[in-house]
């Protein structure tokens, strides 16, 4: 899954913190064992912070620690977490000046745009618990 390391670390670390869901873990220590640097663990963690995956502690005793149990946060939770697309869509600002043109890239955009929300659908049915 090395394609989106940001999805894959994000996954990664969670699926760990399922296993001790009590525990309250560092940015260092993610990036340790994730083998990154601890501002590129913050910035995502972030993010799942802001979608209610995950909380945060400052402070000497501070750290990460999840914000719901584990079986319930899905894949697609982390997934959408991130804000981030693996089906790459064509913009709709790109005006084709080619009605052909303009034909195919709508067809296409529909087509990307289903497989993206089946991805979705896919990845719900999974919890970090379950892997």
Known sequence: ??????LSLALHTLSHMAGEPDRVRT???IAD????NPVVVRR????LRAAGLLTSEKGHAGGWRLARVPSEITL???YLALDERLVASGSEDEAA???????????????LEEIEQSLVERLSET???EV
């Open 76 to 78: 697609a939770d982390v």
């Open 1 to 6: 899954m090395k394609r989106n390391s940001r």
């Open 33 to 36: 064992h994730a083998g990154t």
């Open 127 to 129: 919890s970090i618990k």
């Open 27 to 29: 940015s260092t220590e």
């Open 97 to 111: 000046t080619c009605s052909v043109e303009h034909a195919l890239q709508k067809r296409v955009r529909g087509v």
């Open 44 to 47: 995502v963690l972030g993010k």
